[in-house]
């Protein structure tokens, strides 16, 4: 079975920290994909990564950033955590983008910045 | 832009009757649909996937409909369980790169004893 892991299921914050959110996945899939979720929001993209060193901005990518030097793994950067990112966050990897493969999530983590 | 709408952000039945869920989008051309279930505070986890040539999946008690004329999708879960309560999410998908997976707000089913 795919397995996507993340760093911490829970995570509080001061504003102005830099919060790194990490996301490992171990079934060699390209693809790997950040989410937040907030109630009535649904999902929304923040960034993701088709292969090693490569990334694209999603919906909602102000604020964050992100780093995928190694395949398996794909970090969620906050340079300065602020209280509108307390959120669900949400990782995903998929095997690649040219099949409709589905996505694999991780469990969240649920950060919140006071 | 791309929406996608479920109808209901929350439905209520019966144990044991049929629930349908429905998805409809604008501005968007899929190449396929897929339907994810999540469960309070845990990531969605994959059901079903269905593409723009076909029509009906099914899969045990689940079973999916596409109609790109109507821009639209219908799932359903016959004899439906408690355990079957749970948030159901529609997700778009194209083959092109650039344009990703876009997730429906959710309808969140409760199936009563």
């Known amino acids: 079975d795919v397995k996507v892991t993340q760093s911490s299921r829970y995570l509080v914050k001061r504003t102005g920290e830099k919060v790194f959110l990490e996301c490992v996945q171990d079934?060699?899939?390209?693809?790997m994909f950040w989410y937040r979720q907030d109630p009535g929001l649904g999902l929304r993209l923040i960034y993701f990564?088709?292969?090693?060193?490569?990334?694209e901005k999603g919906d909602i990518p102000e604020g964050y950033s992100v780093s995928r030097e190694k395949k398996e793994r794909f970090s969620l950067i906050l340079e300065s955590a602020s209280t509108n990112q307390t959120s669900m966050y949400l990782c995903?990897?998929?095997?690649?983008?040219?099949?409709?493969?589905?996505?694999?999530f991780g469990p969240g983590t649920r950060l919140t910045v006071t | 832009s791309q929406k996608i709408e479920q109808n209901s952000e929350a439905l209520n039945i019966q144990e044991g009757k049929t629930a349908t869920l429905t998805c409809n989008y604008t501005?968007?051309?899929?190449?396929?649909l897929q339907w994810y279930r999540q469960d309070p505070g845990r990531g969605p986890v994959f059901l079903l996937l269905i593409r723009e040539n076909e029509k009906e999946k099914r899969k045990e008690r689940l079973k999916v409909t596409f109609d790109t004329t109507l821009k639209q999708s219908l799932f359903h879960i016959t004899a439906s369980q408690p355990a079957d309560s749970a948030t159901y999410l529609c997700a778009l998908d194209s083959y092109n790169y650039g344009q990703n997976f876009v997730f429906g707000p959710g309808t969140r089913l409760s199936v009563l004893p």
């Open positions: 990564s088709y292969d090693v060193k490569m990334k």
């Open positions: 501005n968007y051309s899929p190449a396929y």
């Open positions: 995903a990897s998929r095997l690649q983008v040219k099949d409709p493969y589905e996505q694999y």
């Open positions: 079934m060699d899939h390209e693809n």
